[in-house]
């Protein structure tokens, strides 16, 4: 079993951030600032999923080991992105609704086709959408999936010139602009203790 499918990852990451939003919930302090930090903080959790699904296969050419683990479920890893996120999306439709905070048209127009791609991404994320959209299936989830690390990187590394977030910022940038690279294969070949031949 230890190698099986895990779709019960997908439970943890939408438990993890209702949790996030019960914890925040509890917070003391304003409910402008309490539905501000589940908004933030279910970002933070989201992108953690974001980067498994994101740097798995890289990883796993690299190292293997528990990285090949993690590649066997990265549909799931992707998928509790995807319902991490849709949580991230509640708190900030919420946040928006009820408090002063705005955000320009580019922020809805931008992070819009990100929430639309990632809808698109999880409904095909079967094996039978796989076979029926072929081609289209691979141009789908490589464009999805970086406007998704895009949108991420913007927002994160935009936080290392404000002083209440440099180090959030600067950890965040790292991590996503590592991940990024990985993927590439001549980095790949630098860096992997296999040597040349991946
Ligand atoms: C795939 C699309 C999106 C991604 C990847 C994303 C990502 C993020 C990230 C990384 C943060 C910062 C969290 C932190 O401090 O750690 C954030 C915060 C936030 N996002 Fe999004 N977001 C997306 C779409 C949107 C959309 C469409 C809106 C609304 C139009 C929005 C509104 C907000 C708001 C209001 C905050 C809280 C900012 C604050 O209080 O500092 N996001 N989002």
Known sequence: MAGGRKPWLIAVA??????ICAGAA???GSFDE??????RLTARWSVLWFLAAFAARPLHQMYGGVFTALLRQRRYAGLGFAAAHTIHGACFTW????????RPLITFIVGGAGYAAMFAM???S????MRALGRNWKR???TGIWLIWFIFAYSYSGRIGRADSMALGVTMTVLLVAAALIRMPPVRRLLS????GI
């Open 34 to 39: 309490r539905i501000a930090a589940a908004t």
């Open 193 to 196: 203790p296999r040597g040349a």
């Open 14 to 19: 939408a438990t993890g951030a209702l949790a």
């Open 95 to 102: 946040q928006l609704l009820a408090t002063d905070t705005t």
């Open 26 to 28: 509890a917070m003391p």
């Open 122 to 124: 999880a409904v095909t």
């Open 126 to 129: 079967s094996d039978a959408a």
């Open 140 to 142: 789908l989830h490589t």
